[in-house]
């Protein structure tokens, strides 16, 4: 069966860091590209970052320059360094597997909270 297991979110101040990781199971994880996307409280579900199979990546503007997603195939596992972190950043964060329509599998979130 397929897993993806976010880790690393929590409670941090105005430009703070984290790092998150999400780890893959059950899927030829080279063959994927991975996303993480994000929910705040009453939003809708925002896409944050992306890396294909080849290791290109994009991200959403609010991120830009900030956040960095990486990818690691020997240990199945994506992350995303967080940076100079904002209240506006607060939200959940999902990991996704893509590689079709048939084929896409999210985590079930991690909690990130960016407070004084």
């Known amino acids: 069966q397929v897993q993806l297991v976010e880790s690393g979110g929590g409670l941090v101040q105005p430009g703070g860091s984290l790092r998150l990781s999400c780890a893959a199971s059950g899927i030829t994880f080279n063959i994927y590209a991975m996303v993480w996307s994000r929910q705040a409280p009453g939003k809708q579900r925002e896409l944050v970052a992306r890396?294909?199979?080849?290791?290109?990546?994009n991200y959403a503007d609010s991120v830009k320059g900030r956040f960095t997603i990486s990818r690691d195939n020997a240990k199945n596992t994506v992350y995303l360094q967080m940076n100079s972190l904002k209240p506006e950043d607060t939200a959940v964060y999902y990991c996704?597997?893509?590689?079709?329509?048939?084929?896409?599998?999210w985590g079930q979130g991690t909690q990130v909270t960016v407070s004084s």
């Open positions: 890396i294909t199979s080849g290791g290109s990546t």
């Open positions: 996704n597997a893509f590689k079709s329509l048939l084929n896409d599998y």
